[in-house]
């Protein structure tokens, strides 16, 4: 069993999570380059409709598919996160860098090690079910956790039509059954359909730059 490391900050500020029992927590996953709205808005989605203890958002020190160079420092993202989180059942953490883990699959199977009392809900948008296929181990992600995916603009109909969807279309359940999904043997994912948030960190990026363009002229 993974040992639980007290001297790293982001593991010490978890190890709360180490004494309870049969909560059930959502992990959000992602850059946060930077975060926002749209990310909040998937979290209250999450704790309202699957009937969550708690959603971590999981700060990634580096998202193996995209490039580092428009990629804020770790610790500005994680103040990002937590500036825009803002509720009392969200925890922002950077617990891979602890963890030395790059990978989801990864991070995902040391944290049922660290936390077996916990259950855990893996949460994304249709834009990462459609490339979930490419990421290393995936499937085992499914094995660990629920799976629960929000409806996101243009990704839903195409990655409903994916090599994952495909895959585990078997394990899919209906949407009435999103508040017991924790509960389910695994695996188990459902498709939520969510009112639609137009926010984008890729676009919050580009209005950076055409700001600082309009100072520099």
């Known amino acids: 069993m993974a040992q639980f ?36 808005h998937i979290a209250l989605e999450a704790l309202r409709r699957l009937g ?13 598919l995209k490039s580092v160079a428009e990629m804020a420092s770790l610790p500005e993202r994680v103040a990002s996160a937590v500036s ?14 602890d963890l030395g883990t790059v990978y989801s699959a990864e991070t995902l199977r040391r944290l049922t090690l660290l936390f077996p009392g916990q ?13 979930i296929a490419r990421w290393r181990a995936w499937q085992s992600l499914y094995d660990r956790a629920a799976v629960a995916v929000f409806a996101r603009a243009p990704y839903s109909g195409k990655a409903l ?26 695996p188990a994912w459902v498709f939520l359909r969510t009112r639609l948030h137009p926010a984008s960190a890729t676009a919050i990026r580009a209005a950076a730059k055409t700001d600082v363009r309009l100072l520099q002229d």
């Open 5 to 40: 490391a007290p001297d790293k900050a982001a593991l010490r500020a978890l190890r709360r999570f180490r004494r309870g029992q049969g909560q059930v927590i959502g992990l959000l996953g992602g850059s946060f380059n930077p975060a926002h709205d749209g990310h909040r």
């Open 52 to 64: 969550l203890d708690w959603v971590w958002w999981l700060v990634s020190p580096q998202n193996p």
């Open 161 to 186: 039509h994916g090599r994952a969807a495909l895959r585990f279309r078997a394990a899919r359940l209906p949407d009435g059954a999103c508040r017991s999904l924790a509960r389910h043997k695994r």
């Open 119 to 131: 259950r855990f809900v893996w949460l994304m948008g249709a834009d990462n079910l459609g490339q």
């Open 84 to 97: 825009t989180a803002r509720h009392p059942h969200m925890v922002v953490t950077a617990i891979e860098s």
